[in-house]
């Protein structure tokens, strides 16, 4: 079953260098290619604390999937590789109820 999901994609490495809008162009085609579209929502600054004792304050981008759990799984996995120095990515369910209508003739 499709789901709307959400998930934080980083934007700057850890020795602080920003990562490119043509690096996450990358991410977003295999993205697409999995669930044929996404929306990428304006940057927020989020904080955690790692189970490490580090506590990350962190500029990331929101992204909104429509994709079943089985795609999100896949997405981690590309997320994971294509972002190597992130300790942990958080993707979230934001509804199972999901209603994407195309204009018929």
Not at 42 to 64: F, L
């Amino acid at each position: 079953m499709k789901k709307l999901w959400e998930i934080y994609v980083p934007t700057i490495r850890k020795n602080g260098n920003p990562i490119r809008v043509r690096h996450h162009r990358v991410w977003d085609k295999k993205v697409r290619e999995i669930t044929g579209g996404l929306t990428i929502l304006r940057p927020a600054i989020g904080y955690w604390d790692s189970p490490t004792g580090t506590i990350y304050r962190e500029r990331m981008i929101p992204v909104r999937i429509i994709a079943t759990e089985e795609e999100m799984e896949k997405i981690l996995k590309i997320t994971f590789k294509h972002y190597p120095d992130e300790e942990a990515v958080l993707y979230v369910e934001i509804s199972d109820k999901v209603v994407l209508r195309h204009r018929s003739g």
